[in-house]
C-alpha cells in the first residue's frame, strides 16, 4: 500500500464522482472512485475504472473470518426492511416475484421492428398527478409530480472542443477516513500520470486523455472498496433484471453484488456505498397502470433512505455524497426528487442522463449506456457486422413515433429517400428480406433519436453492429463522457436539424466516416456485458 497523506483536516472540502469506463460495462460503471481534494486545490478529471473480478485479497479472508470494525446490516436473506419501509401497499400493486428469478416478458420482444420504449409517456406522470395522493404515500407531497421538462433545443457542436463540467461542492464531511486518505493519494497520482503512448490495449483517440484514463484505471483495481447496504427486500432490492432494456442496471447490481474484489463488508474501509435496489423493480412492483403518478416509487425510495441514514451513521458523514445508485429505467431520476440530499450530493448512475431536468449534475453523476439484452446467457450473442465497404444503406431507423424528435423525423424523410431508411415500424414485406439486425448491420449510419427521454438503446445497438451512431437529444450527457471522445465513433445532430440529416451525412468525407467506423469497432469493447468480467489489461 502506497503512503497517505497526513490525516485530513476537520474543514476538508470533499469533492466525489462516479466515472466508468473500461473493457467490460459492468467495469465501466461499477468501477467507481470516490475523490477527495483539499479546498484550495484545483480539482482534476480522473477517470477510475477497472473490471469486476473475483479476488483471494484480504478483504475476502476478512469476510470470510468475519471481522468487522463497527455495524454491519443483516444479509439480503435476512429480515426485510424496518417498519419505515414496511408500507401496505394499495390493494391495486402487488409484489411480484424476483425477475431474476421468474423473467417477465421484455417490453423490447418484438425487436425487428425496434420497438425498445415503455409504452407510457413519463410526461403524463409529471403532468398529471391524482386529485389524491396513492394511499403508499406515508407523508404529503410538498412539491408535487416531477416537473415536465423545458423543450430547449441546445444542440451540440460535434466539431467543437468538449470541455470537461466543472466540479460541483459538496458537503463537508463530519470526521475524516482511511479511505478519504486514499482517495487523496490516488488524486495526486492521476495527477501525475505517466504518458501513455502506443498502448496495445487502448487506442488513444478514444480517450479525452489515454494517460490519465490508465493510471485511474490502475489505482481503482488497486484501492477501489465498496461497501453495499445489505438491507432491503426482494423483490426492489437485490433482484437485478438481465434482459430487455433495462438490463445495464441489473448486470450492473449482479456483478457487484457477486464481486470479491471491490466488495467490502466493513463499511469503514468503503470509499463509496452503495445503494442496491432497481428503479425497474420498482416501477414493476409499486406502479399503478393508469394511475398517472409515480409518487409511491419516490417516497419509497425516499423513506429508503431515511431508513438507512437512521440506521447507520455513513449516509450523514457526507449527506450521501459518498454514495450511489444506478439506475436505467427512464423514472429513476424522478424517484430521487422528494429527498433532498439524494438529489443533491448522491452520485447518480443514469441511462436518462438530462441536463434540462435539473436531476442530472455534470461532473458529478454517470451517464450510463443503455443496453438492450435478448439472452442474459449470451449477451454478446449476434455483435458486429459488414464491413464498412459493403454498407449499401446511407442511414436506418425503425421505431415507434413517441417523444419530440421522432415525429419530425418521420415527417421529413418517412418513406421520401431510398438513401434514408426511415421507418415508423419495418412492413413485413422488407423483414421478409432484412430484418431490423440486418439493416443496422447493412447501414452506414444507424439515426439514434430520443423517445419519451433522451437516452435510447440503439446508441449502444449500433456500436454492437459496428453502425456509425447518429445522436438527435438535446441536453443528453453521452455515456461515459468524461472518458469517452465521442466525437471520433459517432455524429451528434441537434434536433433543430433534422430536415438537414442527409445533408450532414453526405458532407461527412468518406476517409472520416471510415475512420468513424473503425473507432466504433475498436470502441465496442468498452460497451460488453461479460457473464464473467475481465480486466482490460490483462
Not at 481503482?220 to 438491507?231: A, N, Q, T
Not at 467490502?264 to 394511475?291: I, T
Amino acid at each position: 500500500m502506497p503512503p497517505h497523506p497526513s490525516p485530513l483536516p476537520c474543514k476538508l472540502l470533499t469533492r466525489r464522482r462516479v466515472v466508468a469506463a473500461c473493457a467490460a460495462v459492468a467495469a465501466l460503471a461499477a468501477a467507481a472512485l470516490l475523490l477527495a481534494a483539499p479546498a484550495t486545490e484545483e480539482p482534476t478529471h480522473p477517470y477510475i475504472v477497472g473490471s469486476l473480478l473475483e479476488g483471494t485479497s484480504k478483504e475476502l479472508e476478512e469476510a470470510a473470518a468475519g471481522h468487522f470494525e463497527e455495524a454491519s446490516s443483516p444479509s439480503p436473506n435476512e429480515a426485510p426492511l424496518a417498519s419505515i419501509l414496511e408500507t401496505d401497499l394499495p390493494s391495486a400493486i402487488t409484489t411480484a416475484p424476483s425477475m431474476f428469478l421468474v423473467p417477465s416478458l421484455s417490453p423490447a420482444e418484438n425487436f425487428d421492428d425496434g420497438s425498445l420504449e415503455e409504452t407510457e409517456s413519463p410526461d403524463l406522470l409529471k403532468e398529471n398527478p391524482p386529485a389524491e395522493s396513492s394511499p403508499f404515500l406515508q407523508e404529503p407531497i410538498s412539491s408535487g409530480s416531477p416537473i415536465r421538462r423545458s423543450d430547449i433545443n441546445k444542440g451540440h457542436d460535434m466539431n467543437a472542443r468538449a470541455m470537461l463540467p466543472p466540479r460541483p461542492e459538496v458537503p463537508v464531511p463530519l470526521w475524516s477516513t482511511a479511505a478519504d486518505e486514499e482517495l487523496i493519494y490516488a488524486k495526486k497520482e492521476i495527477a501525475n500520470a505517466p504518458l501513455v503512448s502506443n498502448d496495445p490495449d487502448l487506442h488513444a483517440p478514444l480517450f479525452r486523455n489515454v494517460s490519465v484514463f490508465r493510471k485511474s484505471y490502475e489505482l481503482m483495481e488497486r484501492l477501489l472498496k465498496v461497501f453495499i447496504y445489505h438491507d432491503g427486500a426482494k423483490p426492489i432490492f437485490h433482484s437485478p433484471e438481465l434482459k430487455g432494456i433495462y438490463a445495464s442496471e441489473g448486470w450492473f447490481m449482479k456483478l457487484m453484488e457477486g464481486n470479491q474484489r471491490f466488495v467490502v463488508r466493513n463499511p469503514n474501509r468503503a470509499h463509496l456505498f452503495y445503494l442496491p435496489y432497481s428503479s425497474r423493480q420498482l416501477e414493476h412492483n409499486l406502479y399503478v397502470p393508469g394511475s398517472n403518478t409515480i409518487e409511491p416509487l419516490s417516497i419509497f425510495v425516499k423513506n429508503y433512505i431515511d431508513f438507512i441514514s437512521t440506521k447507520f451513521p455513513y449516509w450523514n458523514r457526507t449527506k450521501g455524497a459518498d454514495h450511489f445508485y444506478v439506475a436505467c429505467h427512464d423514472w429513476g431520476p424522478y424517484t430521487a426528487k422528494l429527498h433532498g440530499e439524494l438529489r443533491k450530493n448522491t452520485i447518480k448512475v443514469l441511462c436518462n442522463a438530462d441536463l434540462s431536468e435539473g436531476v442530472f449534475i455534470h461532473g458529478r453523476d454517470v451517464s450510463l449506456p443503455e443496453t438492450f439484452l435478448r439472452s442474459p446467457r449470451r449477451p454478446l450473442r449476434g455483435i458486429g457486422g459488414k464491413p464498412a465497404s459493403e454498407r449499401s444503406i446511407l442511414a436506418f431507423f425503425a421505431g415507434q413515433m413517441h417523444g419530440r424528435v421522432r415525429p419530425v423525423l418521420l415527417q421529413y424523410w418517412g418513406g421520401k429517400d431510398a438513401d434514408m431508411r426511415i421507418y415508423n415500424c419495418l412492413p413485413h414485406r422488407i423483414t421478409r428480406r432484412m430484418n431490423y439486425v440486418q439493416h443496422m448491420k447493412s447501414s452506414k449510419y444507424c439515426i439514434c433519436p430520443m423517445g419519451y427521454e433522451v437516452n435510447s438503446p440503439r446508441i449502444v445497438e449500433a456500436i454492437y453492429y459496428e453502425c456509425v451512431p447518429v445522436i438527435i437529444a438535446d441536453n443528453f450527457v453521452l455515456p461515459f463522457d468524461d472518458a469517452l471522445n465521442w466525437s471520433v465513433f459517432s455524429v451528434v445532430i441537434p434536433e433543430k436539424d433534422v430536415p438537414k440529416l442527409k445533408e450532414i451525412l453526405l458532407g461527412i468525407p468518406e476517409d472520416q466516416y471510415m475512420a468513424m467506423q473503425s473507432n466504433v469497432k475498436r470502441v465496442q469493447k468498452h460497451f460488453l456485458w461479460h457473464p464473467n468480467p475481465i480486466n482490460l489489461f490483462i
